[in-house]
T-cell receptor
Framework: GAVVSQHPSRVICKSGTSVKIECRSL??????MFWYRQFPKQSLMLMAT?????????EQGVEKDKFLINHASLTLSTLTVTSAHPEDSSFYIC??????????????FGEGSRLTVL | AQTVTQSQPEMSVQEAETVTLSCTYDTSENNYYLFWYKQPPSRQMILVIRQEAYKQQNATENRFSVNFQKAAKSFSLKISDSQLGDTAMYFC?????????????FGQGTRLTINP
C-alpha cells in the first residue's frame, strides 16, 4: 500500500514557541491530505483538510491562526502549531488519499507525532 | 452530517475466542465506504477491512469479517480465533461521496483486549 511518513514522531517544546510537523507521501502524489488530532484514549478528530496549492479547509472550532497548514507540493503538507500552550499537547496524525485508490475511499496514515508543550 | 457510533468502549475476550465489535452510522448518502481501522499501542493506524456500500456481500479478510446491514446502518466487525496481537483500539470509520472523496469520520473506538 501507499506510504505516508510523518516527522518528527515526538517533539517537546516550551510554551509560546511554534512547532512544525511534516507529512509526506513517499510513493504517490497526494492532492489532498487530512490532519487529525487524538487525545489520550479518545478518537481521531479531523482538524482540517489540506489541499495542494490552495487554502486548507478547517473543521468547526479549529483555530486557523493557531494551526497553520501548508500544502505546497503534491508530496508534502505541514502543520505548524503557533504559540503552543500545554493544552495543545496531543497526538497529531496526518493521512492522505492515493489517487490510485480513489475508488476504494481508503486513507493512508502517517505514524503520528506526539507533541508535548511544557 | 455523517456520524459514526461505537457503543462498546471496552471489550475483553480469551485468546482463540470470537468477538464482535458493533458500529452504527447515520448518513443520507447512497454511495459510501465503511472501514475498520486498528490502532495498536504504537498508534499507527492499520486498515483491517473495507466495505463498499453498493456491495451486498460482506467483506472478509482472513479472520476478520463484517456484518453489513445497510438498511439498519449497521457495520459490525467479527474477529475469529482471536490472537494476542489483536489487542488494540478499533475504530469504525465512514467516508462518503463519489469514490469516497469526502473526509473520513471515525467512531469513538473500542478498546479490545485479548487475554492469554
Amino acid at each position: 500500500g501507499a506510504v505516508v511518513s510523518q516527522h518528527p514522531s515526538r517533539v517537546i517544546c516550551k510554551s509560546g514557541t511554534s512547532v512544525k510537523i511534516e507529512c509526506r507521501s513517499l510513493d504517490f502524489q497526494a492532492t489532498t491530505m487530512f490532519w487529525y488530532r487524538q487525545f489520550p484514549k479518545q478518537s481521531l478528530m479531523l482538524m482540517a483538510t489540506s489541499n495542494e496549492g490552495s487554502k486548507a479547509t478547517y473543521e468547526q472550532g479549529v483555530e486557523k491562526d493557531k494551526f497553520l497548514i501548508n500544502h505546497a507540493s503534491l508530496t508534502l503538507s505541514t502543520l505548524t502549531v503557533t504559540s503552543a500552550h500545554p493544552e495543545d499537547s496531543s497526538f497529531y496524525i496526518c493521512s492522505a488519499r492515493d489517487p490510485a485508490s480513489t475508488n476504494t475511499g481508503e486513507l493512508f496514515f502517517g505514524e503520528g507525532s506526539r507533541l508535548t508543550v511544557l | 452530517a455523517q456520524t459514526v457510533t461505537q457503543s462498546q468502549p471496552e471489550m475483553s475476550v480469551q485468546e482463540a475466542e470470537t468477538v464482535t465489535l458493533s458500529c452504527t452510522y447515520d448518513t443520507s448518502e447512497n454511495n459510501y465506504y465503511l472501514f475498520w481501522y486498528k490502532q495498536p499501542p504504537s498508534r499507527q493506524m492499520i486498515l483491517v477491512i473495507r466495505q463498499e456500500a453498493y456491495k451486498q456481500q460482506n467483506a472478509t479478510e482472513n479472520r476478520f469479517s463484517v456484518n453489513f446491514q445497510k438498511a439498519a446502518k449497521s457495520f459490525s466487525l467479527k474477529i475469529s480465533d482471536s490472537q494476542l496481537g489483536d489487542t488494540a483500539m478499533y475504530f469504525c470509520a465512514f467516508t462518503g461521496g463519489v469514490q469516497g472523496a469526502q473526509k473520513l469520520v471515525f467512531g469513538q473506538g473500542t478498546r479490545l483486549t485479548i487475554n492469554p
